[in-house]
């Protein structure tokens, strides 16, 4: 049959488990939230990163063919005239790398309507009447009149609105951006105002941009330098608006998946954008990457094990106490009995007397008890013996008698 031992004394003492377990919770709570907050922290300046690679990754995807038609449009002010440039411009591609072949760039101008027309372009060998036939497609849209007169006005390279009409395969359809640069006639005359750029005029360098290879070169590039994938989603505007966006990696999502504090304006060449960028992984259940639960469970487990101790070394240290006063009163009782009680070791030397038996012999406790003092000294053991008495102590673990 086993005894079970419950808690027992003041209230403040049983109540010191219940203390180390309400410790415990809150220690591992306070871990478990800065955890937590650190992890955030870690994943928004992670995410930061990722923004800020892609961002600058596009803008240098934009800044190549920017600098491909400032390096042309010092050959065309040269040549005065859309033939003559055309002829030049094959001379460039088959002579230097920077012009890659079938890549439609243009030379264009407008008519006495004010209607975009094309004077010369890059053609791509093998089928020029499908080039031609793009670029009318091309300079049919709204948006390149518009781009045309921004960008003579205000003397600069600019980017159109996307063109989204599927044109052919020199011009990819979906959402094409046109990168256009105004080419002035050199001379003497300073040309530093909207009039006096109009009259200065030669026409335009324009260069048709697809939408998905842009963002694709500056994924590629942002990815190898975060070693993470990024999903993006690029907008025409201010505003994440469906109508707006031109492109989508995240799968079809709606652009309120991008919301927040990732969604910041991009502006290139004239064109304000909204650029949108996520990590890949931030929308996967990260529980097993992230260290908060295991802080969490470790937590759990130290308290558990702290309180189970406590309690234990509390039951352990009242059993002590109960046992000690059972050896209090076990003593006191030894102490109080009238009939004599001595307790001495195998040798026969007395270890433990009461008074009763003090007064029996007529001694003091400290004689009886000294080093060489036996059970049978003060006796007569005359008529038995000493050495029977003992002899049958041994044989048969007791000895009764009168001496």
């Known amino acids: 049959m086993r005894s079970r031992t419950t808690l027992i004394g003041p ?175 050199s001379g003497d005359k300073a040309i530093f105002t909207t009039a006096s750029r109009r009259e200065a005029l030669q026409g335009w360098l324009a260069l048709p941009l697809p939408v998905e290879a842009l963002v694709d070169g500056a994924l590629r590039t942002s990815q190898f330098q975060i070693n993470e994938p990024v999903d993006i989603q690029l907008f025409r505007g201010e505003r994440p608006q469906s109508e707006a966006l031109i492109y989508d990696s995240t799968g079809g999502q709606p652009p309120a998946a991008m919301s927040g504090s990732l969604v910041r304006p991009l502006e290139a060449f004239g064109s304000r954008w909204l650029l949108g960028t996520r990590l890949a992984w931030g929308d996967r259940d990260t529980t097993g990457l992230e260290p908060w639960p295991r802080v969490l469970a470790a937590g759990l487990l130290l308290t558990g094990l702290m309180t189970a101790l406590t309690h234990r070394l509390m039951v352990l240290d009242r059993r002590r106490q109960q046992a000690l006063e059972q050896v209090r009163l076990s003593a006191e009782a030894f102490r109080q009995i009238q009939e004599g009680v001595v307790i001495a070791d195998p040798d026969g030397r007395r270890r433990i007397v009461n008074a009763a038996y003090c007064r029996m012999l007529g001694a003091e406790e400290g004689e009886l008890l000294r080093a060489d003092g036996r059970l049978l000294d003060h006796a007569d053991t005359s008529r038995t013996g000493t050495e029977a008495i003992w002899q049958e102590v041994r044989s048969s673990g007791r000895w009764e008698g009168e001496i």
């Open 11 to 185: 209230g403040w003492l049983r109540a010191v488990p219940w203390v180390v377990l309400a410790l415990g919770l809150g220690i591992t709570a306070l871990e478990v939230t800065g955890n937590r907050r650190i992890a955030r922290q870690i994943h928004q300046l992670r995410s930061e990163q990722a923004h800020t690679s892609v961002n600058a990754a596009l803008l240098d995807q934009l800044e190549h063919p920017a600098a491909l038609l400032q390096s042309l449009g010092a050959l065309a002010e040269g040549t005065g005239n859309g033939q003559g440039f055309t002829a030049e411009l094959d001379r460039i591609r088959h002579g230097n790398s920077f012009l890659e072949e079938g890549q439609p760039v243009a030379w264009m101008g407008m008519d006495a309507a004010g209607r975009p027309i094309l004077l010369g372009h890059h053609r791509k060998e093998g089928n020029p009447s499908q080039s031609l036939e793009a670029w009318e497609k091309v300079l049919s849209q709204p948006q390149v009149r518009r781009v045309l007169e921004r960008s003579r006005d205000e003397g600069r390279p600019l980017l159109s609105d996307p063109i989204r009409e599927r044109i052919s395969s020199d011009v990819p359809g979906g959402s094409s951006l046109l990168l256009v640069m105004p080419i002035y006639a």
